[in-house]
């Protein structure tokens, strides 16, 4: 069964840092592109980063240079989204997915969320 599940959202300060997690089962994403996006409240589901087999990335202009996705090396199913400087516009819902490509319509599976609020 394909599942995944984030973690590590939560309160925090604007300026702050936080790092979400995505464990990925069911089968090996290793191959797949494995991506974060978010969604604020009122407003469609955006990208935020995606990470490729091949070590390539991509960002979101909001966030570059400030977001940093990565996968651990010896668990290939597992996903990360460091977040440094937070600001209050970075609030959301966060999901991890996985697909073949950094878009919403070519992922294949979905998390669940994690919130995250960045308050002033």
């Known amino acids: 069964q394909v599942q995944l599940v984030e973690s590590g959202g939560g309160l925090v300060q604007a300026g702050t840092s936080l790092t979400l997690s995505c464990a990925a089962s069911?089968?090996?994403?290793?191959?797949?592109?494995m991506g974060w996006f978010r969604q604020a409240p009122g407003l469609e589901r955006q990208f935020v980063a995606a990470?490729?087999?091949?070590?390539?990335?991509?960002y979101a202009d909001s966030v570059k240079g400030r977001f940093t996705i990565s996968r651990d090396n010896t668990n290939k199913n597992t996903m990360f989204l460091q977040m440094n400087s937070l600001k209050p516009e970075d609030t959301a819902v966060y999901y991890c997915?996985?697909?073949?490509?950094?878009?919403?319509?070519?992922?294949?599976?979905w998390g669940q969320g994690t919130q995250v609020t960045v308050s002033s």
């Open positions: 997915a996985v697909g073949y490509d950094a878009t919403i319509r070519s992922m294949i599976a």
């Open positions: 990470s490729w087999s091949d070590g390539s990335t991509r």
């Open positions: 069911g089968r090996t994403w290793s191959n797949y592109v």
